[in-house]
DNA sequence: TTGATACTGCACCGATTTAGTACTATATAG
DNA sequence: CTATATAGTACTAAATCGGTGCAGTATCAA
């Protein structure tokens, strides 16, 4: 499979939601109710985000999530990493496992291994070439460093 | 994930086999001892194969598989595709099934789904850009378009 | 004609991964 | 102090993947 989970496809709604709120800092309950994103499952996936620095993320009453950098410089490589972890192509490359005792038998002479390496580092980069941005995620407003008034929560996702 | 499954990763192992056996006709038995996969794993891989038009299959005594066509011009692309089914970068996407009961609930008002469609497109063409023989699968011997004897059967993956 | 070989098609099960939920702890505003 | 909202973690259920097995059919050779 070459799919993004659900999880990732999520993470990329909720991103847009959150780039349309521009950077005022939005609730998770917002967001789900503005993405259509179940609540349980985008608290989850937002944790993923502020992890990774995607996203910048305010405690106690009146926090909320805010996108931490601009859509055109998050690349959909980046999201992937930061919902599904560490990426591979072949399973004997996943890393810090290539030495392991469970490794395929084929071990050093495996005649598809190196040029498997070859086409992931291609597969990397054009996954890093692509651009949220590019995804549709969009900030809808100026950019504001903070904003603490509610605005229009108008759902622009519609459910 | 961007992996590719194990049976993918079998299947392009099983292909080399193949390949270096120049395009005589050579049994499933043979292609486990030579390549190193599972035996019985394989006779459903090389089934897909067949089914795909990758390989050529023989019944009978004396049976077995060979190449179809050069390893230059299957891509990667059409591997999994005949290994995993049809592919989709997200679930809205998946073909036939767009507009099934169990869409999700974004719908037609989903941001991302649009772009994602181009990026998929994107990706494909990616993947169709690999062929086999840049995943290190070879022809060795001088193309043949039977062979009876057996040869040597030395396996070149050294289990 | 019979037997051995080898692919075909399908069905099955266990293991792993993914999807989704729940609960406790902690931080902040009022 | 209380309400709100994130942080962290653990857990269950569903789907997919990995792997095996068997009955059926085709081919070759004795």
New interface residues.
Partial sequence: ??????KT?YA??AL?YLARRGRSVTSSREIAAG??VPCAMLTNILKCLTHAGLVTSERGSRGGYALAVEPGDIT?HCL?TAI?GP?????CMIPGQSDAGSA???EK????R???K??YN??RK??EG?SLA????RVSQPVVTRVDSDQSPAS????
Same sequence: chains 1, 2.
């Fill in positions: 499979m070459l799919a993004l989970t659900k496809d990329l709604v847009a993405s259509g959909l992937m599904e990426s591979h192509v072949v399973r395929c038998l084929l002479s495996c005649p598809v190196e040029p498997a070859n086409v291609r597969l054009f996954l692509i590019e995804l549709g995620v622009l996702v519609g459910i």
